[in-house]
T-cell receptor, first 113, second 114 residues
Framework: GENVEQHPSTLSVQEGDSAVIKCTYS??????FPWYKQELGKRPQLIID?????GEKKDQRIAVTLNKTAKHFSLHITETQPEDSAVYFC????????????FGTGTRLLVSP | DTEVTQTPKHLVMGMTNKKSLKCEQH?????MYWYKQKAKKPPELMFV???????INESVPSRFSPECPNSSLLNLHLHALQPEDSALYLC?????????????FGPGTRLTVT
């Protein structure tokens, strides 16, 4: 089955710096890779996703890159702000059936003013 | 309406109680999910319903019983729970389990079993 590894587990940056979170997956058939942001006490929110026919996708200050050969994908946040502080989860479906998502272990991002 | 709603927000129950969690979406999504999330852990899939039929049960103990009365509603019936079942229970929905998943989560029910 699919195994998703996520690093780092915690990340502290200064406001305005960039933050990068990386995930690797094991199932080469996976072709959809979402990222979720979960603030303390709140629901996970889908912030960006990428499909395997695309290498990079941007949405304002966030971007996701995908390397299918190496089976890893990354979340990039530029010009970080204190409100970016949250836990970020990557995920991947275990096969092309999209029946479920397997989540990474999460990265706690702390942005200090 | 682009939201998934869940009730109640908080629930405290004893080990002999019977309670139900409710989830509702009006986005026309045909796949609905129950997740369990412990503190500082990722969401852990419990059940998947597709077109109102149970399609995945991740070997969840029978003290958790899901129900999908119609395409907008999803219930989770709880009976004889254990303290270790205390967690945040999240509902999610997506357009169709055959399409690339864009799962949207509800706010969750924080369950405490005493």
């Amino acid at each position: 089955g699919e195994n998703v590894e996520q690093h780092p587990s915690t990340l502290s940056v200064q406001e305005g710096d960039s933050a990068v979170i990386k995930c690797t997956y094991s199932d080469s058939a996976s072709n959809y890779f979402p990222w979720y942001k979960q603030e303390l006490g709140k629901r996970p929110q889908l912030i960006i996703d990428i499909r395997s026919n695309v290498g990079e996708k941007k949405d304002q200050r966030i971007a996701v890159t995908l390397n299918k050969t190496a089976k890893h994908f990354s979340l990039h946040i530029t010009e970080t702000q204190p409100e970016d502080s949250a836990v970020y989860f990557c995920a991947a479906p275990p096969d092309t059936g999209f029946q479920k998502l397997v989540f990474g272990t999460g990265t706690r991002l702390l942005v200090s003013p | 309406d682009t939201e998934v709603t869940q009730t109640p927000k908080h629930l405290v129950m004893g080990m002999t109680n019977k309670k139900s969690l409710k989830c509702e979406q009006h986005m026309g999504h045909r796949a609905m999910y129950w997740y369990k999330q412990k503190a500082k852990k990722p969401p852990e899939l419990m059940f998947v319903y597709s077109y109102e039929k149970l399609s995945i049960n991740e070997s969840v103990p029978s003290r958790f019983s899901p129900e999908c009365p119609n395409s907008s509603l999803l219930n989770l019936h709880l009976h004889a729970l254990q303290p270790e079942d205390s967690a945040l229970y999240l509902c999610a929905s997506s357009q169709d389990r055959a399409q690339p998943i864009e799962q949207y989560f509800g706010p969750g029910t924080r369950l405490t079993v005493t």
